[in-house]
């Protein structure tokens, strides 16, 4: 099996999938069918269809995310080179011939990917707003739209769990 799919390009950052992005992507459109279908009742075709559409804002809310990386990095002047899609996360990817930054150059890098996903919260609350009148399949993926947003790219990536934003600012926050 392929180690990386390459995806063509984001904002001049190479865009690439480890097959494990394909097979979390299936997983979480099953669980997110299955919840709409049985937990929701809403009828199978648009549990399938809306389970479809919240994988592909979930991938677009991650690339959003990693984009506010890019642009903090290359506010640094220490820019991403591209963007690695994993299970149903992502990487940001830096030159590996990068040398030792410091640390104020890591922080604000880390920080730049929840500072996204937190404005990106922000226009996806409004939309799950004015979604709501209209329940159904809308609301429901316009409310997985904001709470994945908010819980998993903004606030989730804060905690300190080895590979998230918050590691790394753990890491580098005592050494400014």
């Known amino acids: 099996m392929a180690q990386s799919y390459d995806l063509?390009?984001?904002?001049?950052?190479?865009?690439?999938?480890?097959?494990?992005?394909?097979?979390?992507?299936?997983?979480l459109w099953v669980l997110l069918s299955g919840i709409a279908a049985l937990g929701l009742g809403l009828p199978p075709a648009t549990a399938v269809a809306g389970g479809l559409v919240a994988v592909l804002l979930h991938w677009g809310s991650d690339i959003v995310h990693q984009l506010g990386h890019a642009r903090a990095a290359r506010a640094t002047g220490h820019p991403m080179i591209g963007i690695r899609l994993w299970w149903v996360l992502s990487a940001s990817i830096y030159p590996p011939e990068e040398r030792l930054l410091?640390?104020?150059?890591?922080?604000?890098?880390?920080?730049?990917?929840?500072?996204?996903?937190?404005?990106?919260?922000?226009?996806?609350?409004?939309?799950?707003?004015?979604?709501r009148p209209l329940g159904g399949v809308y609301w429901w993926v316009a409310l997985f739209f904001f709470l994945d947003n908010l819980l998993v790219l903004t606030?989730?990536?804060?905690?300190?769990?080895?590979?998230?934003?918050?590691?790394?600012?753990?890491?580098?926050?005592?050494?400014?």
């Open 8 to 27: 063509g390009r984001v904002a001049s950052l190479r865009l690439t999938a480890a097959p494990s992005a394909i097979v979390g992507s299936l997983l």
């Open 102 to 131: 410091p640390a104020s150059v890591h922080i604000r890098r880390a920080l730049g990917g929840p500072v996204a996903s937190l404005l990106l919260t922000i226009i996806a609350a409004a939309i799950a707003l004015a979604l």
């Open 155 to 176: 606030l989730g990536a804060l905690v300190p769990l080895g590979f998230t934003d918050g590691s790394t600012l753990l890491r580098w926050w005592d050494k400014q």
